[in-house]
């Protein structure tokens, strides 16, 4: 009964034609097709377990890898700025006389050792009026025209100390040598910040530093060769390297002077009522007497322990080894991080480096606070100037500048006198001194922090 059903039901099917068409059917939503996976044989297994897996992507070649270096450190920079570069290290490559001049006057001049102190002290004196001088002039007739005629004065001055002969004479000619030897330095400066942009400044700055590093390493190698030839040479090569780096600016790079507008076409009296530059400028003279006493005290100290000058100068050697070896590979960094914070920072590696020396008696020791102090030297001179051109209007960065270098030259003039003094109550009083100084500057930068940053946030 059950099949006779089953086979009516099966009868009464609708045939093939009486289906309905495709066209009167319900749309049916489309299912991606499943293939069916073959069970894995023994075989698979083992292969599945011993295939080798693809390749990895072949690592870049190695120039690749160079450029991508080369661009990250030195990148982005205007041309302008690499015209500067180049120019400094010619000039500090040539820069011979200053290191060798006391040996000139006593060796070659035979002029007592007394009278040579007085002339260098002249020297000194006409090299703090330098850099609020060369302000002057860069806000007043522009960046090239300033830096350019400072670089030729220059070269006439050594020529003439070179080459004068009587004593009065002599010591006018150290003057004007101590007047123009860092007459550009404004302008240089002023004219980094005008054509950077700001977010590199503190690269371009560190950059900066390592030429001049690299340059004035070569070049106490090359002046002690040429000095044996005649101290006459170093004059001439001198002078050649000023005039170079001058003609080289003034016919290969625009003026970048801004217009003066509004209050900021002011003098040094504009400067000087800018409470925050002035409370920098006094951060960083307390620095620059520490600074200093690597060339006033350090010498007479390692003498104190048997140590000869052969010895100080290779300890010295190790300061510019350090700059040419850390800065390319940090100076990119700091510009990503607070500007007073490093140099707060490099001020405190300075007080670690003086303190080091307290308990030093052996070239080891005293090359390795000087490797330290390096280090925050390199932290220093990166973002001393940035900072200056974000406290500085654009119309006013040569006086501000020239502020900055004549906090520099305060700081060198106070060094000898105070650090003898601490030297002769001994090496224990001198060091933590120094480190106790750097300290203050390092805290003292810290609470002006917040108003450079405010002022950096506005800067162009």
């Not at 830096?147 to 009065?168: F, K, R």
């Not at 290779?314 to 510019?320: E, K, L, R, S």
Request: overall charge positive; some cysteine.
């Amino acid at each position: 009964m059950c099949r006779q059903l089953h086979r009516s039901t099966r009868q009464h099917r609708p045939t093939q034609q009486h289906r309905p068409t495709q066209q009167h059917r319900p749309a049916r939503p489309h299912r991606p097709a499943v293939t069916a996976r073959p069970a894995p044989t023994g075989s698979t297994r083992r292969n599945a377990l011993t295939r080798i897996p693809p390749p990895a992507p072949p690592a870049p070649p190695a120039a690749g890898r160079l450029r991508t270096l080369v661009r990250v450190r030195v990148g982005g920079l205007p041309g302008a700025f690499w015209v500067l570069w180049t120019g400094s290290l010619v000039n500090r490559l040539g820069a011979m006389v200053n290191p060798f001049l006391s040996l000139y006057l006593t060796q070659v001049r035979d002029i007592p050792l007394h009278t040579v102190g007085l002339i260098l002290t002249v020297v000194g004196t006409g090299s703090v009026l330098s850099q609020p001088l060369g302000g002057f002039l860069t806000d007043r007739f522009g960046r090239r025209a300033a830096l350019t005629g400072g670089m030729l004065a220059n070269a006439a001055s050594l020529l003439a100390v070179g080459h004068v002969q009587s004593l009065p004479a002599l010591t006018a000619a150290g003057f004007a040598l101590g007047v123009t030897i860092d007459l550009f330095r404004p302008a240089a400066q002023a004219l980094v910040a005008d054509a950077v942009p700001a977010a590199d400044r503190t690269r371009a700055f560190g950059l900066l530093l390592w030429s001049v590093n690299l340059g004035f390493s070569a070049a106490m190698v090359l002046g002690g060769h040429l000095a044996t030839r005649g101290f006459h040479l170093l004059f001439w090569v001198d002078a050649a390297a000023c005039a170079v780096f001058g003609l080289l600016v003034w016919f290969a790079v625009p003026e970048t002077r801004p217009t003066a507008t509004g209050h900021h076409s002011g003098s040094y009296r504009t400067v000087l009522s800018d409470r925050v530059m002035v409370a920098f400028a006094g951060v960083v003279v307390l620095y620059a007497v520490v600074f200093q006493q690597a060339f006033a005290t350090l010498p007479i100290a390692m003498a104190r322990n048997g140590l000869s000058g052969d010895v100080y100068g290779q300890v010295m050697a190790v300061n510019g080894v350090v700059v040419i070896l850390v800065q390319p590979l940090i100076g990119h960094r700091l510009g990503s991080f607070d500007k007073s914070r490093v140099l707060a920072t490099g001020f405190l590696l300075a007080g670690t480096g003086s303190a080091l020396l307290t308990a030093a008696s052996a070239a080891i020791s005293y090359g390795l606070a000087v490797a330290v102090w390096s280090v925050g030297e390199v932290l220093v001179f990166a973002v001393t100037a940035a900072i200056v051109a974000d406290l500085a209007p654009p119309s006013l960065r040569g006086r501000y500048n020239g502020l900055l270098g004549m906090a520099w030259g305060t700081g060198f003039l106070i060094a000898p006198l105070a650090g003898t003094v601490l030297l002769s109550a001994g090496a224990t009083v001198l060091w933590p001194s120094c480190a106790a100084l750097c300290c203050v500057a390092a805290l003292a930068q810290l609470a002006l922090a917040p108003a450079v940053r405010a002022r950096g946030a506005d800067s162009v």
